[in-house]
């Protein structure tokens, strides 16, 4: 998945980045764990879904501060219920 320059300025700055050199990692760190969750949970629009982007940003978090080893049991619960989401379908969605 192509990371997007909104996507990637969200990121940072709920990280508090501010300098630009990071960038190209940051972008394929946003990637990778957009790869991981999506694995995890099933396809989802990044840009649409807040629970999918929010968990993806975690996961980043967490990859960027090189503490992956510890996201899948500390998110555990929403990874469930973000595979539970995407399983069911989005409870939101009306059908006409």
Known sequence: MEITCELLLQFKERMK???TKEDDNLKKVLSFSYAAIKRKCGVFDIEKHEGGKELVFERARYSYNDAVEYFDENFAS????LALDLY?????????
Request: charged share 40%.
């Open 17 to 19: 980045i501010s300098h």
């Open 88 to 96: 069911e379908g989005d409870p939101d969605e009306t059908k006409v």
């Open 78 to 81: 929403e990874i469930t219920g």
